[in-house]
């Protein structure tokens, strides 16, 4: 079992939709959740970090993390076509374990005019 | 803010030849991280650098790839032989460190590597 698992899609929405994307994971350690946008050929930027249980918003953003679950979704609301790009989840242990990042494959999402 | 900058950004080589990636991070960031990322897939990991110091190579394969950090602020990633599945795209990030804690990596915007 792969230490984080991310369906890759591709997923295609029309513009103003509702998105939802996922990830699961299998290492209970992960205390800190991140969501990165990756635009074609060019590096990763982080749009929502997370830590622990909960849900955090920013704007029409919102990450929810599940650790019972081992389950973590980014939702995007009012979708439009500036949101084409593939959506990474990206977790770490944190402070006391490992910093280091683990990404899952990430989802292409494509939003149509 | 200056960002992440690397060269070059494409490199095309032939198997078994020799390559070097350059990484020169956000000013003041202490942490710098080199990530390979296959097509369809997430970055992985290859090398922490905290100031000059390594934090984790733990998935760096040593017997070809190799990296250093002088100074405490560029950085380079070489490849020695390359092989075919070398063929990635090589991203560097960096990230401010506080009180011992590494924050949000900022990521370059990478090196598409093609070995034929």
């Known amino acids: 079992q792969k230490e984080v698992e991310q369906d890759p899609g591709p997923l295609s929405v029309p513009e103003g939709a509702i998105v939802s994307l996922n990830c699961t994971y299998s290492?209970?350690?992960?205390?800190?959740f991140m969501w990165y946008r990756q635009y074609s050929r060019k590096g990763p930027e982080l749009l929502m970090y997370?830590?622990?249980?909960g849900n955090k918003e920013d704007g029409r953003f919102t990450a929810q993390v599940d650790k019972s679950s081992k389950y973590i979704s980014l939702f995007i609301r009012d979708s439009q076509p500036s949101d084409s790009a593939t959506y990474l989840c990206a977790m770490s242990e944190g402070q006391g374990g490992s910093e280091k990042l683990v990404f899952g494959k990430g989802t292409k999402l494509t939003v149509n005019p | 803010e200056a960002g992440v900058a690397q060269s070059p950004r494409y490199k095309i080589i032939e198997k078994r030849q020799s390559v070097a990636f350059w990484c020169n991070p956000i000013s003041g960031h202490a942490t710098l991280y080199w990530y390979q990322q296959i097509l369809g897939q997430g970055p992985k990991l290859l090398i922490q650098f905290q100031n000059n110091g390594v934090v984790d190579d733990s998935q760096l394969p040593k017997d070809r790839f190799s990296a250093e950090r002088l100074k405490g602020v560029d950085s380079t990633l070489k490849i020695q032989p390359a092989k075919l599945e070398d063929s990635a795209v090589y991203l560097c990030?960096?990230?401010?460190?506080?009180?011992?804690?590494?924050?949000?990596?900022?990521f370059g915007p990478g090196t598409r590597l093609t070995v034929t």
């Open positions: 290492n209970s350690a992960f205390q800190y």
């Open positions: 990030a960096s990230s401010l460190l506080f009180g011992g804690i590494s924050y949000e990596q900022y």
């Open positions: 997370t830590y622990s249980s």
